[in-house]
């Protein structure tokens, strides 16, 4: 039996190193000028207490409950599942193979077919991911990166097909592609060459999709990955400033894209750091788009963010604790002005979640909506003495992060350089020692263990998803005007060799049912594929 912990330390500080004091007083107190300079209102600039100014008063977060397994067929049981319990919008999980731009019949695709999300390998799929789901009445976010542009295309599609013109579609892509070199790994293509999808997809998306965010600049993998609040908040509105650097030199204007862009954060255990940690974001976002690259629409000064608890504070020891961690992380997320939440299952350090599971995670958001009293009052944590603190503690040690890597060159240097990636590491290799030394408590894995534990219901994806998943894309091809295609194909080449914008080609070779991994591959034929060094 594992020894239990009745004694606190003798030290105290935040997961980012930041010194706890005992007691924060009115000597911690912003003067009147610093509360104008650093809170303002709600809803106004810096917008530390939140980017509206009456936030959940008017209209609560959305409940975007991840979720993708399988073949579109059990996915869109899922969907409609959630969507009949309450939730307010769709977020899609996509399995790897679709993520790196392989279809499911692709020798590296074995045994990964469904298994972490969605297998998508042509518009016949997205049609049944979608189906009976009408797109100008739901928002879809769909965390997917290195093929962004197909899947993005894939919608605009289905749209087509469900009479639902390009402009009346919302939702978000991930489309974050440095945070991938950084940590999480599913690249395609160089990162010069992913830079130009990005912008291209910028600059689309502003004159056809007005209400798509094209962009979720996401610091949530990187705190995956064992960064901390600050480095997630450094790191992210790094790679940020990198993809308005790139937007720029393409030729938009600020103002054009920028409202556009989205965030995705997490949200972990300390409860006060990672209030603070948002509201921190706002502010500096807020200052860097009016001050350094001087837009002038407020919109373009928000950070809009989504919000997913941990995952890595997931345990498979005792997981019905895990309904409590993502509470408080989840509370954390609302209190600290969250635009969208997904609150994780139980299981997911076991398997998928199983619907039960699903259904526990959505109520956890909806019973913190409707019954704590915490959607009432905006930001009802300003002015604590102690949030204050913490908040600027955050903001100077996250600038100081991004000083350095404006010092290397800016945010794709670092990248290419491995700066991030070894600041990364190094931080989870740290929060692994105290957890082995137990200065850092985790309740059931290094305290109060248990000897014996139940084995729980647990979700499986079978062997017959991937044969079934090929058999299909065998009569999608079998059935498709393959002139067609190779015509769609051969124009997309020639775009990507040149300097077109690269999404009306996907679109069209989209249309005819080209499939993800045929216009991945001429991608890969003109770009080439990107090698960590």
């Not at 969507?83 to 020798?107: K, N, R, V």
């Not at 350094?292 to 928000?302: C, D, E, F, L």
């Not at 009052?377 to 404006?406: K, N, R, W």
């Amino acid at each position: 039996m594992q020894a239990r912990h009745s004694e606190r330390k003798a030290e105290f500080a935040t997961s980012s190193g930041i010194p706890i004091e005992r007691v924060y007083g009115p000597e911690s107190a912003l003067t009147i000028e610093e509360a104008v300079d650093k809170l303002g209102e709600p809803g106004q600039f810096p917008y530390t207490r939140g980017i509206q100014p009456t936030m959940y008063r008017g209209r609560l977060w959305t409940m975007r409950q991840y979720a993708g397994f399988g073949s579109a067929t059990q996915t869109n049981a899922r969907f409609r599942y959630l969507l009949e319990q309450g939730q307010t919008g769709l977020s899609t999980a996509f399995d790897l193979p679709t993520q790196i731009g392989y279809d499911a019949d692709h020798p590296f695709a074995r045994g990964e077919v469904g298994k972490v999300g969605v297998s998508i390998s042509s518009l016949r799929d997205m049609e049944t991911l979608f189906s009976g789901i009408p797109l100008d009445q739901v928002s879809t976010s769909m965390t997917i990166n290195a093929p962004a542009s197909v899947l993005l295309a894939m919608y605009i599609a289905v749209g087509e097909k469900q009479g639902v013109p390009m402009a009346k579609l919302s939702g978000t892509i991930q489309n974050d592609i440095l945070k991938e070199y950084v940590a999480r790994g599913t690249y395609i293509y160089p990162p010069q060459a992913s830079m130009r999808l990005i912008t291209d997809i910028f600059s689309f998306c502003a004159q056809n999709l007005p209400s798509f965010n094209t962009i979720s600049i996401s610091g949530y993998h990187m705190r995956e990955a064992g960064s901390t609040a600050v480095q997630e908040v450094a790191f992210t509105l790094a790679n940020a400033r990198a993809y308005v650097d790139a937007a720029l030199a393409a030729g938009l204007a600020v103002d054009d894209f920028a409202p556009r862009l989205s965030f995705f954060f997490n949200a972990h255990n300390q409860f006060f750091e990672e209030i603070a940690k948002f509201r921190a974001a706002r502010r500096m976002w807020a200052r860097i788009m009016r001050d350094t690259y001087g837009a002038q629409n407020p919109k373009s000064w928000q950070l809009r963010f989504h919000t997913q608890t941990g995952g890595s504070t997931l345990t498979a020891q005792q997981p019905d604790n895990n309904i409590v961690r993502v509470t408080v992380q989840a509370l954390a997320a609302a209190l600290g002005g969250t635009q969208s939440l997904h609150t994780n299952s139980r299981d997911e350090a076991l398997a998928l979640p199983t619907e039960e599971s699903a259904r526990i995670a959505l109520r956890t958001q909806q019973i913190i909506a409707f019954e704590s009293g915490a959607a009432d009052v905006v930001d009802p944590l300003g002015g604590s003495y102690y949030v204050e603190a913490l908040t600027d503690a955050i903001e100077q040690e996250a600038l100081a992060y991004m000083e350095i890597i404006a010092s290397l060159g800016g945010a794709v240097t670092a990248v290419e350089q491995g700066y991030m990636q070894r600041e990364i590491q190094r931080a989870a290799y740290e929060t692994q020692l105290r957890i082995e030394r137990q200065e850092d408590i985790v309740i059931g894995v290094n305290s109060y263990a248990l000897e014996h534990e139940p084995e729980p219901e647990l979700l499986r994806v079978g062997p017959e998803l991937e044969q079934e998943a090929c058999a299909r894309l065998a009569d999608v091809r079998a059935s498709r005007d393959q002139e067609a295609v190779d015509a769609a194909l051969k124009a997309l080449h020639t775009a990507a060799s040149g300097d077109d914008n690269l999404m009306p080609p996907i679109i069209e070779a989209v249309r005819t049912y080209a499939t993800l991994g045929e216009i991945c591959d001429v991608m890969r034929a003109v770009f080439g594929e990107y090698r960590p060094v």
